[in-house]
């Protein structure tokens, strides 16, 4: 089955930490973008990729860091820089001309 | 600056009730207009709108676009408590990115 594949569902980050959230996906889509998503809100775009070894930041990138090193991988670094991490984050991919595909989001919160 | 604007952000219905969701926006290079809705996790695909006056259906769903005047509207009919979900609208900028409006949080009592 085609699609986008998030890990993990739920993740928990201490103070000072770094946390990885993972984003693969087998729809050989060239482009890929990370959003996040806080209650009640509609998407904000953190980091896209149009290219492997390319990418862009979005509207709220400061905290965060992407990698793009293969097609089918964008995975996303909440920094401890970024003082309010707790948010719904969902993946996405497209290819030219069509609507975009989304896994099913990480949910991160502050322990 | 990009931008895309819904309203109302909020909406409250009955069953069986009507309901016009508004999106309008500026965009500097416009390929399409897209509508998701969303429920617990992952937005669904809803519509791609290209062309002016042309209508989209999908059920109980409709959809058009006006590149004119900026802005499209999604209607539902006969809404039932399972249309509850916040409806997303997004324009594709002609692959720079997708760019989302805030959302239309809808709920439909029973």
């Known amino acids: 089955d085609g699609g986008i594949t998030q890990s993990p569902k739920y993740l928990f980050r201490k103070e000072g930490q770094n946390v990885t959230l993972s984003c693969e996906q087998n729809?050989?889509?060239?482009?890929m973008y990370w959003y996040r998503q806080d209650p009640g809100q509609g998407l904000r775009l953190i980091y896209y990729?149009?290219?492997?070894?390319?990418?862009q930041k979005g509207d709220i990138a400061e905290g965060y860091s992407v990698s793009r090193e293969k097609k089918e991988s964008f995975p996303l670094t909440v920094t401890s820089a970024q003082k309010n991490p707790t948010a719904f984050y969902l993946c996405a991919s497209s290819t030219q001309g069509e609507p975009q595909h989304f896994g099913d989001g990480t949910r991160l919160s502050i322990l | 600056e990009d931008k895309v604007v819904q309203s109302p952000l909020s909406l409250v219905v009955h069953e069986g009730d009507t309901v016009t969701l508004n999106c309008s926006y500026e965009?500097?290079?416009?390929?399409?207009l897209l509508w998701y809705k969303q429920e617990k996790k992952a937005p669904t695909f809803l519509f791609m709108l290209?062309?002016?006056?042309i209508e989209k259906k999908s059920g109980r769903l409709s959809s058009i676009l006006d590149k004119k005047e900026l802005f499209s509207i999604l209607n539902i009919t006969a809404t039932q408590t399972g249309d509850s979900a916040i409806y997303l609208c997004a324009v594709d900028n002609y692959g720079q990115n997708f760019v989302f409006g805030p959302g239309t949080r809808l709920s439909v009592l029973p």
């Open positions: 290209t062309s002016s006056g």
């Open positions: 729809l050989n889509h060239d482009a």
């Open positions: 990729s149009q290219i492997v070894n390319d990418f």
């Open positions: 965009v500097t290079n416009f390929r399409s």
